[in-house]
C-alpha cells in the first residue's frame, strides 16, 4: 500500500476564534480578548519554522465583521496598527514575509498605508510567509476576481475560452500563495465561515474546542502530529 501520510503541512490556515467569550468569562471587555488573541499570533508564527510550516494564513476580521458595535470595530482596527508599528522590526529581521488579503477599499487609509509599508519591508523574505485576513470573505473575493477577469475579457486581453480554475485562482488575493493544506478553528464552532472558500477544496480541517486566547505551541504541535497521520486522497482512491 502506497504511503499517502503528510508531513508538516506547508500551509496552515486559522480561524482565530473565541476572544469574546474568553474575556467575558473573565469580566473584561471583549477587546482585552483580541489583544491577547494577537500575543497568540505570534507565540504560533514564531513555532512555525521548527515545526515546518511555511505558510500561515490567519483570520483577522471578516467581511461580516463591520456589523459589530462600532467600538469593537474601532479597537480592532487601532490593534491592528499597533500590531504593525510593534512588530514591524521583528517580523523584518525574523525572516517573515508579510501579506495582507481582503478588501483594502473600506479600510481607512491610515492603516492601508501601513499595511503596504510592512508587505514592502518584508517582501524579500522566505522562512515564513504571513498572512493576514482583513475585511476579507471568500464569495467577496471570488466575486472581485471575478469582476478583474470580465474587465480583461472586455478589453481583449483575456480570451473567455480559455477561462478554467487555474485562470481564475490567478485572479484572487491568494494567486502567489500555496492552497492550505490545513484549516484550524478554535472555540468549538465546526464552520468555516466565509474564510478561504475556494482554496480549502482539498483542505484537512481540524475544529478544536480551546478558545484562540488559549491556543499554545503545544496544541499547535499536537494538531500537526494528528495531521500527519491523515490520509488525502483528492478525490483519488487509496492504492
Ligand atoms: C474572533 O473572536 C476574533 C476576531 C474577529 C478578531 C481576531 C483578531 C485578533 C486575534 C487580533 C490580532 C490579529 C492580528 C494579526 C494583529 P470573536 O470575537 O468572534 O469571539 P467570540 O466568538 O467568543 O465572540
Known sequence: ?????????????????????????????????????????????????????????????????????????????????????????????NGVCVRFIGDRIRLEPKLVEMMDNLEKLTKDNDLVHLTVAINYGGRDEVARATKRLACDVKAGTLDPEAVDAETLAKYLDTCVLPDPDLVIRTSGEARISNFLLWQSAYSEYEFIDTLWPDFSREIFAEILENFAKRERRYGAVAQ
Open 1 to 93: 500500500m502506497k504511503d499517502n501520510t503528510q508531513a508538516a503541512p506547508r500551509h496552515v490556515a486559522i480561524i482565530m476564534d473565541g476572544n469574546g467569550r474568553w474575556a467575558q468569562a473573565r469580566g473584561k471587555p471583549r477587546l482585552y480578548g483580541h489583544r491577547a488573541g494577537g500575543r497568540r499570533v505570534r507565540e504560533i508564527l514564531t513555532a512555525c519554522p521548527d515545526l515546518g510550516v511555511k505558510y500561515l494564513t490567519v483570520f483577522a476580521f471578516s467581511t461580516e465583521n463591520w456589523k459589530r458595535t462600532q467600538a469593537e470595530v474601532t479597537g480592532l482596527m487601532t490593534l491592528f496598527k499597533r500590531y504593525i508599528t510593534r512588530e514591524a522590526t521583528a517580523l523584518r529581521d
